[in-house]
């Protein structure tokens, strides 16, 4: 079993529907259930500057979405924030580190983000472990954050600072110097 990360294409909508179809999936983010495809199909189609959803194949198949959503106030330009769902039929097979992987890689590398945050709710320790895992560390617990089949649930605020920022030198015209002068 090979999992391939790839950007999200407009085309991809009814494979996206289909995993937050998925009643763990759903139950794991903010989403609400019985989601219009019409949603995901604008969604993809418009996707935001700065903003990028890359998914999870197997054969194909879309099993795993993930997206790094970027913050437009010049004050907070160096955070990414990290949704993430996998349809419950691939659960515990990798594809979320898969994922967090490539996100992470995009986001370090190519994005210029210092600091990724997430929110993930308290009782899915499965996905804890594995932000944990990936260096993510939890920040503060935000109580009754989400209504979720009619109970209110907290959830983690997680983040993530790159572990080694590159050092951006800005280049600078060389400053002309001062002629001798031979009188003085």
């Not at 920040?139 to 209504?147: F, V």
């Not at 983690?156 to 790159?162: F, K």
């Amino acid at each position: 079993m090979s999992i391939v990360i790839r950007h999200a294409e407009p085309g991809d909508f009814e494979a996206v529907q289909g995993i937050f179809e998925a009643p763990e999936a759903i139950a794991g983010t903010l989403q609400i259930p019985f989601p219009s495809a019409e949603a995901w199909r604008k969604l993809l189609a418009e996707q935001q500057p700065g903003g990028k959803i890359l998914l999870a194949t197997i054969d194909g198949r879309v099993v795993g979405q993930i997206g790094i959503h970027t913050v437009a106030r010049p004050r907070r330009s160096h955070v990414g924030y990290l949704g993430m769902a996998v349809h419950d039929e691939w659960h515990h097979q990798g594809v979320g580190s898969a994922l967090l992987q490539a996100a992470i890689s995009l986001a370090d590398n190519w994005l210029h983000l210092l600091r990724l945050e997430l929110t993930v709710y308290t009782d899915n320790e499965v996905a804890v472990r594995l932000y944990k895992k990936h260096g993510f560390l939890i920040e503060g617990t935000h109580r009754a954050y989400a209504l979720r089949d009619g109970k209110y649930v907290d959830a983690y605020a997680m983040a993530r600072i790159h572990p080694n920022p590159p050092n951006i030198a800005l280049h600078r015209p060389a400053r002309k110097r001062r002629a001798a002068s031979g009188g003085r």
